[in-house]
């Protein structure tokens, strides 16, 4: 059964920092594009970020470039998130998701139960 | 960016009704256009890839439609469970974008 478990998440201040982790299992970590969306209280879904499955092709969302960096460690079925210089907009659960293609570009075909970062002083 | 609109933006419907949501994307997708299902509290769930590819498991009275810039999300037979918001989102280019959502509930 495939499985992603995020943690990390709660509350950081305005120009914080803030680290997530997706603990996987149920599939071969390394042979899948794995990805970060995000969703603010009572909105849509919103892509964050995007890593290919050796980690060196990482793709974001303007409003994170620079700010937020996806990595990944294969040897321990990883996938992170490092949320620097944090803005109250950044408010949102942060989900997990892998990511198949079947031809079709990223789809999100499994999901954590997300994670969720306030962003209050 | 491509911007991805739906239709209606909510709506009721009675239990075996046939319900529509459309989907449109303000330049061609091709078919790299996919539909998820969201209940309240929970993750989203993968529904539709590919327009009209029905993701293992997904009971067959979902189905969907289109392509370039149209698409659309069917329900044959409105069920209690069918409950829930949905959203498209196409992966045709970077930045990945979804719409805003459709929320369906009960008459």
């Known amino acids: 059964e495939v499985q992603l478990v995020e943690s990390g998440g709660g509350l950081v201040q305005p120009g914080g920092s803030l680290t997530l982790s997706c603990a996987v299992s149920?599939?071969?970590?390394?042979?899948?594009?794995m990805s970060w969306v995000r969703q603010a209280p009572g909105k849509g879904l919103e892509w964050v970020a995007n890593i290919k499955e050796d980690g060196n092709n990482k793709y974001y969302v303007g409003s994170v470039k620079g700010r937020f960096t996806i990595s990944r460690d294969n040897a321990k079925n990883s996938l992170f998130l490092q949320m620097n210089n944090v803005r109250r907009e950044d408010t949102a659960v942060y989900y997990c998701a892998r990511v198949n293609s079947w031809g079709y570009g990223s789809t999100f075909d499994n999901w954590g139960q997300g994670t969720l970062v306030t962003v209050s002083s | 960016d491509i911007q991805m609109t739906q239709s209606p933006s909510s709506l009721s419907a009675s239990v075996g009704d046939r319900v529509t949501i459309t989907c449109r994307a303000s330049q061609s997708v091709s078919l790299y256009l996919h539909w998820y299902q969201q209940k309240p509290g929970k993750a989203p769930k993968l529904l539709i890839f590919?327009?009209?590819h029905l993701q293992s498991g997904v009971p067959s009275r979902f189905s969907g439609s289109g392509s370039g810039t149209d698409f659309t999300l069917t329900i044959t037979s409105l069920q209690p469970e069918d409950c829930a918001t949905y959203y498209c989102q196409q992966s045709y280019i970077t930045p990945l974008t979804f719409g805003p959502g459709t929320k369906v509930d009960l008459k």
């Open positions: 149920g599939f071969t970590f390394s042979d899948y594009y």
């Open positions: 590919g327009a009209s």
